[in-house]
């Protein structure tokens, strides 16, 4: 059985968690001008590849060490308790998106929108729609990576079982089950029943299982190869050939016309396209070299937010969905102007801070039972959670 | 200093440029096209005819929206004010809550029938709100253009248009990245109304938020129509202005 990498909190993985969460906001915000800061305006991939390779990394380095410790049938109860909750957070916010469409629908009778009105079709039929929901076979907007995410735990802990004591046999498992899907058009239906699941987990689950795969020591295994300079120069042209044309995507009158070569845009994010996988491995392979295990400003003040964010990273998604559903409540009930939009981006994630600070203060409370606070040498080593 | 936030938010309603009340006008990048539309311009300079079809998956106004006048309407007396000595027709299609696949199955009848020099297609929204596959949107919005294209009309795409109160209910963009996709390779112009509409609304031109019937109907039908005959203008190299 391989070997785990030493327990510690990798703060680069709150980090970036942290970072992406904000994103995934900021993003789903609708018409938001604060989201052109996001990474998705830049290159192929975007906040939803950062979340799930980081989901996939310290599900493995969490439950692979309950798995190697205290057995398979503890390791995976614990994984499905997860996989639960993850479920739980998705009909909560479930609640929120069809109350904002009942409130919506009840008032709404602008002419200029009758075809956006078809929207509401779906809930002339409550009874039918509930249930399908609560089936994963009814997924709104915004939340359909909850889902994913929900698929993917609930069948970790056999590919977990196969990570411990085969790693790259279940990561070229997960690059064939990959292209077999993809040839074969594999994914899950939805209601009703002529469309299927926006992320398609049997595309995705690759991206999950190469974040495992990284946890469990392959990251540690191919990194003479991955902090080659062939290999970070590769990855710098790759990055730098695709913002521009990403950019030029999004302004075609700045561009002019594209070159026939040039048009493998749009990227099929449903699949998880492949130069978008390449993409975000880049990135992460740049990330990796760049930011070391113990950069410095991992422990500064100003990256504490992220920090937090990160740790904390279910409740603080859910509560940034539900923020998005308010910010666009705010955007058209008071004013959609630029200044607001900023207003309610900076806003929300003063909520979303605020929030996850409160939350690591209530569990460092909690797990020290009264004792004294520890010092500040241990503060974030020896604890990993999974959130 | 500190700001009540009621005054900051009553600030923030009241600031942005108090544009005049039925401006269309919009930036020249929001409607910029490199797309030629060949067809259009032979028709109007050999046979002083113009055949229009706009398509699209709305459904029928009702009640009193009923006689409200919407777009194709200005589409039409736009294009015959810019187009003297010019016979224009634009016949409004309205396939209801269709998908591009349903949609496919009427065009060749559509087509014997009206024969169209031009086919202004808007498309993208019910597929967004049944969340069909947009790579297989994509794909089959392509091999719709090229059928129309075969069968002598040139084709300009108009994507979702923008509308506050439902945006966060569905996702539109990754079906105006395959217009996109499918503009580029038929070379066609897309029309962006969601992006155009989005500027109205955020300079203030237009209050696209309004619950109900507020007359705002007919002043952005007007102007999208408006920007349309525009776009066939300037991509069908013709020449004809309007005194406003």
């Known amino acids: 059985m391989h070997s785990l990498p030493p327990a510690g909190r990798d703060l680069r993985l709150d980090f970036f968690r942290g970072l992406s969460l904000w994103f995934i906001f900021l993003d789903h915000v609708p018409s938001n001008v604060v989201a052109w800061f996001t990474v998705r305006n830049y290159g192929f991939c975007d906040a939803s590849e950062v979340f799930v390779f980081i989901s996939g990394y310290t599900a493995a380095f969490v439950y692979g060490r309950v798995m190697n410790e205290r057995g398979f049938v503890i390791g995976a109860a614990r994984i499905l308790k997860r996989a639960w909750q993850i479920y739980v957070a998705f009909v909560f916010l479930l609640v929120f998106y069809f109350a904002e469409i009942a409130y919506v629908s009840g008032h709404f009778s602008n002419p200029l929108y009758t075809e956006e009105f078809g929207i509401f079709d779906f809930f002339q039929k409550p009874d039918v729609v509930l249930v399908e929901a609560l089936m994963l076979r009814f997924l709104p907007a915004n939340v359909d990576v909850l889902p994913l995410y929900i698929a993917l735990m609930t069948f970790f802990p056999p590919v977990l079982w196969l990570m411990l004591r085969k790693p790259d046999l279940t990561l070229l498992l997960s690059i064939v089950f990959y292209f077999v899907a993809k040839t074969f058009d594999w994914n899950l239906v939805l209601y009703p029943y002529d469309h299927s699941w926006f992320f398609n987990p049997f595309a995705w689950q690759l991206l999950f299982v190469i974040g495992a795969w990284c946890a469990l020591g392959g990251a540690q295994r191919t990194s003479p190869v991955l902090n080659s300079p062939p290999v970070i120069a590769l990855c710098v042209v790759f990055l730098l050939l695709a913002a521009p044309l990403q950019l030029s995507w999004l302004f075609p009158s700045l561009s002019g016309r594209m070159p026939s070569w040039l048009m493998i845009l749009p990227l099929d994010k449903t699949g998880l396209s492949g130069w978008r996988l390449a993409h975000f491995l880049a990135l992460a392979t740049l990330v990796i070299h760049y930011v070391p295990f113990d950069a410095k400003f991992l422990r500064s003040n100003w990256a504490r937010p992220l920090i937090l964010c990160g740790q904390n990273s279910l409740e603080i998604f859910c509560l940034g969905v539900f923020l998005s559903f308010s910010a666009h409540f705010v955007l058209t009930e008071i004013s959609g102007l630029i200044p607001m939009q900023i207003l309610v981006s900076a806003a929300g994630i003063a909520v979303m801070v605020t929030v996850a600070a409160l939350m690591t203060w209530y569990k460092d409370v909690e797990r020290r039972g009264g004792k004294p606070p520890p010092s500040a040498t241990q503060e974030g080593l020896g604890r990993v959670t999974a959130s | ?244």
């Open chain 2, 1 to 244: 200093m500190k700001v009540p936030f009621a005054a900051l938010m009553l600030a923030l309603s009241a600031a942005g440029p108090a544009a005049a009340a039925d401006s269309c006008d919009v930036p020249d990048n929001l409607v910029e096209t490199f797309a030629r539309l060949p067809r259009v311009g032979l028709s109007v300079k050999r046979d002083h005819r113009l055949e229009v079809l706009v398509l699209s998956a709305a459904p029928k106004l009702s009640g009193e929206a009923s006689s409200l006048k919407s777009y194709p309407y200005y589409l039409e007396s736009e294009l015959q004010q810019r187009l003297k000595g010019t016979e224009v027709h634009v016949f409004a299609q309205s396939e209801p809550r269709k998908t591009i696949n349903e949609v496919a199955r009427d065009l060749s009848r559509l087509i014997s029938e009206r024969h169209p020099v031009l086919v202004v297609w808007q498309t993208g929204t019910v597929e967004a709100m049944r969340g069909i596959d947009p790579d297989g949107y994509g794909r089959a919005l392509n091999a719709s253009v090229a059928a129309l294209q075969s069968g002598g009309a040139d084709v300009v795409l108009i994507n979702q248009q923008f509308s506050p109160r439902t945006d966060f209910m569905f996702d539109g963009a990754p079906y105006t990245e395959n217009m996109r996709w499918v503009s580029q390779t038929r070379d066609i112009p897309l029309f962006n109304r969601y992006e155009v509409m989005k500027y109205w609304g955020e300079t203030g031109a237009f209050d696209l938020t309004a619950l109900k019937n507020d007359g705002t109907y007919e002043k952005v039908h007007g102007c999208i129509g408006r920007l349309i005959a525009d776009l066939v203008m300037r991509a069908a190299s013709l020449s004809g202005t309007v005194e406003r």
